[in-house]
Nanobody, 130 residues
Framework: VQLQASGGGLVQPGGSLRLSCAASGIIFSRNVMAWYRQAPGKKRELVSAMNTGGSTRYFSDFVKGRFTVSRDTADNSVSLHLQMNNLKVEDSARYHC??????????????????????WGLGTQVTVSS
């Protein structure tokens, strides 16, 4: 499985960006995808997650009301999109997408831990600065 993230860049506070993560390979029809981020000197943190079909979604408290997540599915590939609005300086980080292939998740209050995702992408840099 390969994950390719795109859409990062430099944006002013209050601006928007849309990140996309394309997953290809043996994905399985049931999976969970997520966005994590990590800033220099800080721990990796979960931003958002979504299961197959979108029936279960998770947003961390620090992005609720500002970020939305969506998925596109095609033959042997799936894409996860993160729409980030009203960006803040503290949103600056490298954003990584991850996928748990063959996994199910139906508890939005109990998201999968980062060690449960079996494939990770290299990420895309988001910098929010004036």
């Amino acid at each position: 499985v390969q994950l390719q993230a795109s859409g990062g860049g430099l944006v002013q506070p209050g601006g928007s960006l849309r990140l996309s993560c394309a997953a290809s390979g043996i994905i399985f029809s049931r999976n969970v995808m997520a966005w994590y981020r990590q800033a220099p000197g800080k721990k990796r943190e979960l931003v958002s997650a979504m299961n197959t079909g979108g029936s279960t979604r998770y947003f961390s408290d620090f992005v609720k009301g500002r970020f939305t997540v969506s998925r596109d599915t095609a033959d042997n590939s799936v894409s996860l999109h993160l729409q980030m609005n009203n960006l803040k300086v503290e949103d600056s980080a490298r954003y990584h997408c991850a996928i748990l292939t063959g996994g199910a998740w139906y508890s939005p209050r109990d998201p999968k831990g980062f060690d449960e995702y079996n494939y990770w992408g290299l990420g895309t840099q988001v910098t929010v600065s004036s």
